[in-house]
């Protein structure tokens, strides 16, 4: 054998000098300009499909190396030709790419902390007490938190580009739902930023007095509040950058208070601080009007009155008539911060609600009232200005907790949305809550109850009791406060404008278009200068007092949404629905969508009507002006009406990628009682579906309707009780016409309904097309083949049918193989996945395999692959195989010479008119395109194309004897004719060919003539490259549960489908459970949420 092989490399070197795999069979110069392109590449099988379907390795880098510039999703998906030229010719500036830490967890945090925190939480806590604020705080955060899930999981489902928040909802509840919750959601953000603004400008008011105070006041805060909105807006137009920096020390001294407040805590357990309270009998007093908190002071001159006497008695004298209530208790002074270890949270636990006027009394101090005595002097008490409840209090609070969609707006600016939305968020909304609630335990564990409930300090000189906590001055609170509002003041500019230009650039409300251009890296300049507007316009009027709930709704409806949206994608678990953030379910969702429902009524069922209201005008005009984008008895009357009604919106177009699933229609074939022969064709179909989507299992029968029609009912029986037991959920349909040709031809034509139409077809190999008596059955699969392409419906063929699991049956281990050659749509990357939700295949792994070429960087092959199935969110082994250069190997241009030897033509029985010169002789047919001398004078051929035909009893496979026999049983050596009947010996070496024994011989067989110089050129390459790839595919996944790999396309001259059948024998060969795939010509996978 040695011997043979170098004597075999000695003449395939010094041929042509073309180490082309199609030299030893083929002059060179008869190359096409096509077999010249894919010599060397062993893909002759897909040559036919390079044009409609990419080879994986020259397209899977750019799906791998997607940009997530804030450019909105209109550039991330469909774009007008004259855009992407202008996009060609503008230089591409990208935007920063930030963390998680920078992008998302710094902003959430600065977004939340907000001003309320240094000057209102007190105040809730002396009202509602620590158990009821601790509920409240509790009820908000969970409502963020578990929004916030939703959100991880919507944000893991694929790349967000810009938009955030209003991409999600609009993605997946469409765009009227996502246009009016984004609008709102963009109001909320900039009148929040308008908010933020109004404390920076409202601190500059603390050293007026008098008078002129209450004037001056509206006019001071517009030029305050215009001042610092104009330094915000400049820096945020500068760049995102800026604000990042500025934002970093804005947080820093926002950080630096919250940890000075934890200090002074500590430190009141050591040495509390001197902070006096005046009370008369239970009532503190307003600190303005008196020095000393004594009725009179004993002096040498004897006692003298104070300044506080005077305010209740109508003299300084000590004889002057008095206030009754002044007279008949005393004055005392408590410590406002008695400290952490007084046990003042005890007292401190339960609420104490008041009407608007009601005394703000201290518990547990004795007072002497009668029992008709009226409020006198009233202004020098401290008082409560509004009537508290609980609700109020929500609605107070809740905007603190706000702000959970800092980063998700920012997504286009972030390096890894996936990774740093649901980290960043959920790590912020954590650290948030754990400051607020213990912020709610120790203000009641160290302050008096009095100072808490007085809500501006007008018993402590107008001190802010949160700042005379803190240690170790109380400037730190005031500095902190301020640029608290200045850092979310920032961020709300910053994340609003990259909302609204997302919205714009949708085009979902065609008013708003101009708003979506911007600077060349994306900066959202237009809707920048919006947003300022609309904050202008609320420092001029001066007062949110009325706009400030709706704000509250609006966030609130948004989160209300995003739960919605995350609760229906897992419900009806469409199978673009891969979340990487897998700590999220459907009743989490709808847990949290409720509590935002229930926080919108609480805070104020009138505001959440107008919310409701302006939300659903907004959907209205989307749904009647814009909304241009595709991006999903009486009961049976409203069924058949609602069914009715989404046939009708199904035929406005196909499905978005997003949606597609393989609607099947399974074609199954019957005996004579019929009954299904291909159960398991069933079991697979409900492994793929799991009941969802559409399913329609089809037969054919040969005859007339009105003959055949009793047949056709016990086929549709038989269909139903089999579907039944396979839990098979879809539709059944039986078509009969004069042959199984036209009858297979018009179920594929005719199965559905407007738009629930069919889109992939699943159909079972032909088992014994190589039997004579059953010739039409693998000419039927090949026209089924065309006419599948021709529709541009996907077709599945699984191939030892009868091997394929059983419903019932579980696989521990193993995995699934996809052999990805050519780009097919992604429905190699989409089969296994939905194979995988059923428990059959639920414990096996995915191996992805592809091929390069020698000019391929395999490395890098496998790096975009593995990028490619990470935005896919699908998790999978990778592995690249390079198909080595066939010249250094000489035996392999002998295996081609093996199985083509082997193709084998089913003689029709039409061909039995073929007459022979020598019946004692089988010929060996090959195909050719014109008359050869020297063949004509022995065969008469019946078609141009000649075929390579055996015996069509002899047995294709490569280890069984394949002796051609003559028909009267005997071989006739002394034919003329070349006879390609190299057998195996007992010991399972191959037998030498005739006159091969020696290098001229081996020499002879290729000078043969006119055979091996008329071999059909394409059915070489195509057969060496079935053969290739199939040892391959055998070396790597015979231990496989299933092979998955794409179906070549038939050839387009009807006379090779003998071939074509032979070459998907050969590629198949040697795997137990194998489907084979061709796509539909559409996407049907996507990298977008």
């Given at each position: 054998k040695s011997t043979e092989r170098r004597a075999l490399s000695a003449i395939l070197e010094k041929g042509d000098g073309n180490p082309k795999e199609s030299s030893p069979f083929i002059n060179s110069s008869d190359a096409t300009e096509k077999s010249q392109k894919y010599d060397g590449k062993h893909m002759a099988l897909f040559e036919e499909e390079m044009e409609t379907s990419p080879m994986v390795s020259t397209m899977i880098s750019s799906l791998a190396n997607y940009s997530s510039l804030p450019q909105g999703s209109k550039e991330h998906e469909?774009?007008?030709?004259?855009?992407?030229?202008?996009?060609?010719?503008?230089?591409?500036?990208?935007?920063?790419?930030?963390?998680?830490?920078?992008?998302?967890?710094?902003?959430?945090?600065?977004?939340?902390?907000?001003?309320?925190?240094?000057?209102?939480?007190?105040?809730?806590?002396?009202?509602?007490?620590?158990?009821?604020?601790?509920?409240?705080v509790f009820m908000c955060c969970s409502t963020t938190m578990l929004t916030a899930i939703s959100m991880s999981a919507i944000a893991t489902n694929g790349v967000v580009p810009a938009g955030g928040s209003y991409y999600m909802i609009s993605r997946s509840l469409g765009p009227e739902f996502g246009g009016a919750v984004g609008i709102c959601f963009y109001l909320g953000t900039t009148f929040a930023g308008y908010l933020y603004i109004y404390p920076a400008a409202i601190f500059k008011m603390e050293g007026l007095e008098g008078a002129e105070a209450e004037a001056a006041m509206l006019n001071n805060m517009r030029v305050y509040g215009t001042i610092v909105l104009?330094?915000?807006?400049?820096?945020?137009?500068?760049?995102?950058?800026?604000?990042?920096?500025?934002?970093?020390?804005?947080?820093?001294?926002?950080?630096?208070?919250?940890?000075?407040?934890?200090?002074?805590?500590?430190?009141?357990?050591?040495?509390?601080?001197?902070?006096?309270?005046?009370?008369?009998?239970?009532?503190?007093?307003i600190s303005k009007g008196f020095d000393v908190c004594a009725k009179t002071l004993e002096s040498g001159n004897g006692t003298v009155t104070t300044k506080l006497w005077s305010v209740f008695c109508d003299s300084p004298f000590l004889n002057a008539t008095c206030d009754e209530y002044f007279v008949n208790n005393n004055v005392s002074f408590i410590q406002g911060i008695p400290g952490v270890m007084s046990g003042i949270l005890k007292e401190n636990l339960f609420g104490n609600y008041l009407e608007k006027g009601d005394l703000v009394a201290k518990k547990g101090i004795a007072t002497v009232e009668g029992p008709d005595d009226t409020l006198t002097n009233s202004n020098r008490y401290v008082l409560a200005d509004i009537t508290s409840f609980f609700t109020l209090l929500v609605g107070i609070y809740f905007p603190s907790v706000t702000g959970i969609m800092a980063g998700s707006n920012r997504s286009g600016d972030l390096r890894d949305a996936q990774k740093s939305i649901p980290i960043g968020t959920i790590m912020a909304i954590t650290t948030t809550s754990i400051v607020y609630m213990s912020a709610v335990i120790l203000f009641g564990a160290c302050i008096e109850g009095v100072v808490l409930r007085d809500k501006f300090g007008e018993g402590v000189n107008g001190n802010l009791v949160i700042g005379t906590l803190a240690w170790p001055s109380p400037w730190v609170i005031v500095?902190?406060?301020?640029?608290?509002?200045?850092?979310?003041?920032?961020?709300?500019?910053?994340?609003?404008?990259?909302?609204?230009?997302?919205?714009?650039r949708d085009g979902v409300v065609p008013i708003l278009r101009v708003f979506g251009h911007g600077k060349a890296n994306g900066e959202p300049t237009w809707a920048l200068l919006l947003t300022a507007g609309i904050c202008e316009i609320g420092i001029l009027i001066a007062s949110l007092d009325a706009v400030a709930p709706i704000l509250s709704m609006f966030f609130l409806m948004c989160y209300m949404f995003v739960n919605l949206a995350c609760a229906l994608q897992t419900l009806l678990r469409t199978p673009n629905w891969r979340p990487r953030f897998n700590y999220y379910h459907w009743a989490l969702s709808f847990l949290g969508m409720s509590l935002c429902l229930s926080l919108m009524f609480i805070c104020s069922w009138f505001?959440?009507?107008?919310?409701?209201?302006?939300?659903?005008?907004?959907?209205?005009?989307?749904?009647?002006?814009?909304?241009?984008?595709?991006?999903?008895?009486?009961?049976?009357?409203?069924?058949?009406?609602a069914a009715r009604y989404a046939l009708m919106r199904l035929e406005e177009g196909p499905p978005h990628t997003k949606n597609w699933r393989p609607q099947l229609l399974v074609l199954v074939s019957t005996d004579v009682e019929q009954n299904v022969e291909q159960p398991r064709l069933l079991s697979l179909t409900n492994q793929l579906k799991a009941g969802k989507g559409l399913t329609i299992v089809g037969t054919a029968l040969a005859g007339t309707y009105l003959e055949n029609h009793p047949q056709a009912q016990r086929a549709e029986q038989s269909l139903r009780k089999l579907m039944e037991t396979e839990k098979v959920k879809g539709f059944c349909q039986v078509t009969i016409s004069s042959n199984m040709r036209d009858a297979t031809s018009h179920l594929l034509q005719a199965s559905g309904l407007g738009g629930l139409m069919h889109n992939t077809v699943l159909v079972s190999w032909p088992r014994n097309w190589k039997q004579a008596d059953d010739l039409q059955t693998w000419r039927d699969f090949i026209e089924l083949v065309r006419e599948t392409t021709a529709a541009h419906l996907a077709l599945l063929v699984p191939k030892n049918i009868a091997a394929f699991p059983s419903n019932g049956e579980r696989f521990s281990e193993g995995h699934i193989d996809v052999w990805w050659i050519v780009h097919d749509g992604g429905m190699l990357m989409l089969l296994p996945f939905l194979l995988r939700q059923h428990k059959v295949w639920r414990k096996c792994k995915m191996r992805i395999f592809t091929v390069a070429q020698m000019d391929d960087n395999s490395i890098q092959m496998k790096k975009d692959l593995t990028t490619f199935l990470y935005h896919l969110r699908i998790d999978a082994e990778v592995e690249v195989v390079e198909m080595v250069s066939l010249s250094t190997d000489t035996s392999v241009f002998i295996q081609p010479f093996v199985f083509l030897s082997q193709i084998?033509?089913?003689?029709?029985?039409?061909?039995?008119?073929?007459?022979?010169?020598?019946?004692?002789?089988?010929?060996?047919?090959?195909?050719?395109?014109?008359?050869?001398?020297?063949?004509?004078?022995?065969?008469?051929?019946?078609?141009?194309?000649?075929?390579?035909?055996?015996?069509?009893?002899?047995?294709?496979?490569?280890?069984?004897?394949?002796?051609?026999?003559?028909?009267?049983?005997?071989?006739?050596?002394?034919?003329?004719?070349?006879?390609?009947?190299?057998?195996?010996?007992?010991?399972?070496?191959?037998?030498?060919?005739?006159?091969?024994?020696?290098?001229?011989?081996?020499?002879?067989?290729?000078?043969?003539?006119?055979?091996?110089?008329?071999?059909?050129?394409?059915?070489?390459?195509?057969?060496?490259?079935?053969?290739?790839?199939?040892?391959?595919?055998?070396?790597?996944?015979?231990?496989?549960?299933?092979?998955?790999?794409?179906?070549?396309?038939?050839?387009?001259?009807?006379?090779?489908?003998?071939?074509?059948?032979?070459?998907?024998?050969?590629l198949t060969e040697g795997l137990n459970r194998v489907l084979l795939v061709r796509g539909g010509g559409r996407e049907v996978i996507t990298i977008y949420s």
């Open positions: 469909e774009e007008a030709d004259n855009e992407e030229e202008d996009k060609k010719k503008k230089k591409p500036v990208k935007a920063p790419q930030l963390g998680t830490l920078m992008g998302v967890y710094l902003p959430c945090i600065q977004n939340i902390f907000g001003v309320i925190l240094f000057l209102r939480m007190t105040w809730m806590v002396g009202i509602g007490g620590v158990i009821g604020s601790f509920i409240i104009s330094f915000m807006a400049t820096v945020v137009f500068v760049g995102v950058k800026y604000v990042n920096k500025l934002a970093l020390l804005f947080l820093a001294c926002v950080i630096l208070s919250i940890l000075a407040v934890y200090a002074g805590v500590i430190k009141t357990a050591i040495e509390p601080p001197d902070f006096p309270v005046c009370l008369l009998g239970n009532r503190p007093l500095i902190g406060s301020f640029f608290s509002t200045c850092g979310a003041g920032l961020q709300s500019l910053t994340g609003a404008p990259r909302l609204m230009q997302a919205i714009s505001y959440a009507i107008v919310a409701m209201v302006i939300a659903g005008s907004i959907y209205k005009y989307i749904e009647f002006r814009g909304a241009e984008k595709e991006w999903g008895d009486g009961i049976r009357g409203i069924s058949l009406s084998q033509s089913i003689t029709d029985s039409s061909r039995g008119s073929i007459r022979r010169k020598n019946p004692a002789v089988v010929t060996t047919q090959l195909s050719v395109t014109e008359e050869q001398p020297g063949v004509s004078s022995k065969v008469e051929k019946p078609e141009e194309e000649v075929q390579l035909i055996h015996d069509s009893t002899s047995p294709t496979s490569p280890a069984t004897p394949l002796t051609p026999a003559s028909e009267g049983g005997a071989q006739t050596p002394g034919s003329a004719q070349v006879q390609m009947t190299w057998t195996e010996k007992a010991d399972g070496e191959p037998a030498k060919p005739p006159g091969a024994s020696t290098p001229q011989g081996i020499k002879d067989i290729f000078n043969m003539k006119p055979e091996w110089e008329n071999l059909n050129q394409s059915n070489v390459r195509r057969m060496h490259t079935a053969l290739r790839l199939n040892g391959v595919i055998v070396k790597k996944s015979s231990e496989a549960k299933l092979v998955l790999l794409n179906m070549p396309g038939p050839p387009n001259n009807r006379s090779g489908d003998e071939n074509y059948m032979e070459f998907l024998e050969v």
